[in-house]
């Protein structure tokens, strides 16, 4: 248990896509938390993935994440006397200790290939052992190591653990805990880019920052003991943990955007009110002493105690969440609501849906009409709506009745999977990434367009396709596409 007198929490996402619901579900407790004990709560940006990390994805967290009611005392927007709040921002830190790590022999370069570290791999899944660094570099000769590095080989730097015995460590939620040191590997601490992992900048940041407490998935206990032997070898004292249960799926499988939506941005256009999400959350992981289910965040905070923490899984369920959304919504005034409902048409939103349908509108009232899908979030994928006359030959060769809508399948999977690339999306960029899949693939864009509009407005008939997408905004995309990919593999089984 750490000495240090003042509590210090922090959430650090790496901004690499959407804003993650679990991102917002760690970042309350560890805000609460920090609130109950007048400590400090920090947002940490995790962006050593260079090829992945973008700064809109930074940006859309903040703002997400300050819609649903989480707000820091430190961060890259906020600064603070721990900064700077972004990794990338740190790397001679993480150098620094790294050198120190080789200098006193807790380290070591590890000049294996990316070419023999997959051949590795496929040996010993053949095999049927552990997957797993063999340690070839372990014990490499410091001299030779020295003459490869200065001959301008490519490394990376590993930490050297333990290989017999186990790791034993409390866990302030969970007690106890035991971890065999033989299912441990030698994790990369620098990659050959220069840039830390995850293990090293996590570890190197939670001391500068004087972090005491880790609040973060239990799916994180598996580097519990790679984050304390970094620990060890510093000579540092560690952090108390707390490893909360995950979000959990209906069959309780790890919460996905497969199975469920985890943008928070989804549950901001789906109408949620950002408190009962907020509440919605606490639930997720903790229980009033009373067993009453609608609190405000302020009296999570008064009544905050860790042994109510829960560590069965929690069952992510939508019907509950719209249930307690309304109980919320039952507590605002007529004159709230009518605020809250005008802050979700938004006249931002309004004024570029109108000149879409301002020549189709004959009258006031068939504005609804005309506009319903920009605003629900369910509209249904019209799979008997679908006139494809020509689909790809070589998906329809034979006789299979289904090979269309198989081929119509995949094709909505590909699309959403470069969509979900996208920061957001903007009607030049998509309609051409359509057109290019098209003359990858061999459709025909008249028939992919359409089955697109179908999946995108639920309609065969609508404004400009991709002028709509962009107004309909990424996460209702995602969402009607997995929608539609649902619906089409339904239809398939039939």
């Known amino acids: 248990m750490s000495s240090k007198s003042t509590v210090r929490v922090r959430v650090a996402p790496s901004p690499t896509g959407d804003p993650h619901v679990g991102t917002a579900y760690i970042g309350l407790f560890n805000m609460v938390f920090a609130r109950r004990n007048g400590g400090q709560f920090i947002l940490r940006i995790e962006d050593t993935d260079q090829k992945r990390s973008n700064p809109e994805s930074e940006q859309a967290i903040s703002d997400y994440l300050r819609w649903v009611g989480i707000e820091w005392d430190e961060g890259p927007d906020k600064g603070g006397p721990k900064g700077p709040y972004r990794q990338s921002e740190r790397t001679a830190i993480y150098t620094e200790h790294a050198t120190k790590l080789l200098d006193s022999g807790a380290a070591y370069r590890c000049f294996c290939t990316p070419e ?72 990369v601490l620098l990659k050959s880019d220069g840039f830390p992992t995850y293990h090293l900048a996590n570890v190197v940041d939670d001391h500068l920052m004087e972090i005491t407490h880790v609040f973060r998935a239990e799916e994180w206990i598996p580097s519990t003991p790679k984050h304390l032997a970094l620990y060890e070898a510093f ?33 901001r256009e789906a109408g949620f009110l950002p ?75 309004l004024t570029k849906i109108l000149p879409l349908i301002h020549e189709r509108l004959h009258r006031l009232d068939g504005f609804t009409e005309l506009t319903n899908y920009f605003f629900a979030m369910d509209v249904g994928f019209p799979v008997d709506d679908l006139k494809i006359k020509r689909w790809p030959t070589k998906e329809t060769d034979g006789d299979d009745p289904k090979a269309p809508l198989r081929a119509l399948n995949k094709a909505l999977k590909a699309i959403l999977e470069e969509i979900e690339t996208l920061p957001k999306l903007e009607a030049e960029d998509l309609e051409q990434r359509l057109r290019d899949f098209c003359e990858r693939t061999g459709w025909k864009t008249k028939e992919l367009f359409m089955a697109t509009r179908l999946v995108a407005t639920g309609r065969a008939a609508s404004p400009p396709l991709f002028e709509t997408m962009e107004i309909l905004g990424k996460a209702r995309i995602q969402y009607r596409f997995r929608q539609a990919i649902e619906t089409l593999r339904g239809a398939i089984k039939k």
């Open 116 to 187: 023999r570290l997959t051949e590795m791999r496929a040996e010993q899944r053949k095999a049927g052992g552990n997957i797993g660094y063999d340690r070839r570099c372990r014990d490499l000769d410091p001299g030779e190591a020295e003459t490869r590095m200065q001959n301008g080989e490519s490394f990376t730097v590993r930490m050297k653990m333990p290989v017999d015995g186990e790791t034993v460590f409390e866990d302030a939620l969970r007690g106890t805990i035991c971890y065999p040191n033989q299912q441990i590997d030698d994790q």
């Open 235 to 267: 000579g540092w004292e560690p952090p108390v943990f707390v490893h909360l249960s995950l979000l959990r799926n209906p069959d309780r499988s790890k919460i996905s955007k497969r199975k469920n939506p985890v943008s928070l941005e989804w549950y």
């Open 275 to 349: 408190q009962a999400l907020l509440n919605f959350l606490a639930l997720m992981g903790w229980s009033m002493q009373d067993e009453r289910e609608c609190f405000s965040c302020d009296e999570l905070v008064s009544e905050f105690d860790l042994n109510r923490l829960k560590v069965t899984e929690p069952v992510f369920d939508l019907q509950k969440l719209e249930w307690l959304n309304s109980q919320w919504m039952r507590l605002l005034s007529p004159e709230e609501l009518a605020t809250e409902i005008r802050g979700f048409m938004t006249e931002e939103r």
